[in-house]
């Protein structure tokens, strides 16, 4: 078992910058690929990024690229995602999510919320 949970959410403005966790525990969580997803109101969940296990590779959805920085510290078992220059659009509920044992993404946090005011 895998458990991921996500901190960092909150309201911010326009402009500004958060940076959100995700904390794993169990088996192999430090040599999963690790990802970031996004949930806004009334839409799909959508991929925002995601990072190899090893950190060396990462890759970005065309709407954060260039404002979105995904990192991790293995020997802290987490993940960041730093956001900067938030728009109004980036508001949603972000989850986490790794791909362990697995090419698909097989274990999810409970999401955080952050809200981007105009």
């Known amino acids: 078992q895998v458990q991921l949970v996500e901190s960092g959410g909150g309201l911010v403005q326009a402009g500004g910058s958060l940076r959100l966790s995700c904390a794993a525990s169990?088996?192999?969580?430090?040599?999963?690929?690790m990802g970031w997803f996004r949930q806004a109101p009334g839409k799909e969940r959508e991929f925002v990024g995601d990072?190899?296990?090893?950190?060396?590779?990462?890759y970005y959805a065309d709407s954060v690229k260039g404002r979105f920085t995904i990192s991790r510290d293995n020997a802290k078992n987490t993940v960041y995602l730093q956001m900067n220059s938030l728009k109004p659009e980036d508001t949603a509920v972000y989850y986490c999510?790794?791909?362990?044992?697995?090419?698909?993404?097989?274990?999810w946090g409970q999401g955080t919320q952050v809200t981007v005011s105009s």
């Open positions: 990072i190899s296990w090893s950190g060396s590779n990462t």
């Open positions: 999510a790794a791909a362990v044992g697995s090419d698909a993404y097989n274990y």
């Open positions: 169990g088996r192999t969580s430090s040599s999963s690929d």
